[in-house]
């Protein structure tokens, strides 16, 4: 199954940084373009960043671009989404997932095999 721990959310300030972990569950990311995600109380789930399987080609949300940095280390099975200068508007759980067709475009479109996990809260409050 495609399945992901996510980690290191929290609570910071405003212009504040935080850098998210999406380690895979029982399967390696070698092969997967990985998105991320994120949902706000009362609002759907966005596309937020994703990254190609190989690292080389990455995208983002025109609301995280130049503030968010998508990456990966597929020797440690793990995507991370570093997040700098944070507005309260990221709060919100985020969540990773492979994408269907192996395509990192947006809209980002999650792999059907894929689950959600938990996600990772994030809070940006002063």
């Known amino acids: 199954q495609l399945q992901f721990v996510e980690s290191g959310g929290g609570l910071v300030q405003p212009g504040g940084s935080l850098r998210l972990s999406c380690a895979a569950s029982?399967?390696?990311?070698?092969?997967?373009?990985i998105g991320w995600f994120r949902q706000a109380p009362e609002k759907e789930r966005e596309g937020v960043s994703c990254i190609s399987s190989s690292g080389g080609n990455t995208n983002y949300a025109d609301s995280v671009k130049g503030r968010f940095t998508i990456s990966r280390n597929n020797d440690k099975n793990t995507v991370y989404l570093q997040m700098n200068s944070l507005k309260p508007e990221d709060t919100g759980v985020y969540y990773c997932a492979v994408l269907t067709f192996g395509l990192c475009v947006f809209p980002m479109r999650p792999a059907a095999s894929g689950s959600w996990g938990q996600g990772t809260q994030v809070t940006v409050s002063s």
């Open positions: 029982g399967f390696t990311l070698d092969y997967y373009a």
